[in-house]
């Protein structure tokens, strides 16, 4: 009877022994799985790919500065080259027009030349006309000293108003002239090369 007792009691024994065992493979199985996964993270190549980045050495002070004094002198070398063609334009301007102010002061002189010729009638034999013959001469010497320079004479008669060349002191009302043509110019303009030194003054239709 006890052997029977006793065989029952080893029989539970040995069945809680087969559960501890089976319970501590499944702690097994999970702790070996665990591993696994936490071995998957460090070996992820993403992850290694990040760690890398954020080991990266930012740029040395000294470079920076460097490439600072490099632009600043690029800069500086495109301003001085601006500002040298500003100067040679300035300049080439200033040398074409450096005789403008003594050509002004010279043209009232060729107007009263003009004036005096016009006084001249046409007999050529007499006292005025010999006197005045001296003034054609000097007249004209002027006239090719003042083309050599560039001066022209503005063409102003029968040509429509132009206000960037003439200028409109007087009106008058005539037969068969369309409005705004030049009938008369009273006192002649002038072109220093390309730029007006003075403008015609003229008399206009309405």
Known sequence: MEEEKKHPEHKNHE???HKH??????KCHEHHEHKHEECKCHEHPDH???ECKCHEHPEP???KRIKELEDSLLRSKAEFI???K???????RLLKYCNEDLIKEVLPILDNFERAIKMDDTNLDDEVSKFLSGFKMIYCNL?????SYGVIEIDGNNKPFDPTYHEAIMTEKRDGVREG???????????????????AMVKVSE
């Open 143 to 147: 006239v090719n000293i003042l083309k």
């Open 48 to 50: 290694k790919h990040e």
């Open 86 to 92: 500003r100067l040679e334009e300035e300049q080439s």
């Open 82 to 84: 601006n500002y040298r």
């Open 15 to 17: 069945h809680e022994n």
């Open 181 to 199: 043509m030049v009938l008369e110019v009273l006192q002649k303009g002038y072109i220093l090369k390309d730029k007006v030194i003075r403008p």
């Open 21 to 26: 065992h089976k319970h501590e493979e499944c």
């Open 61 to 63: 002070p000294h470079e």
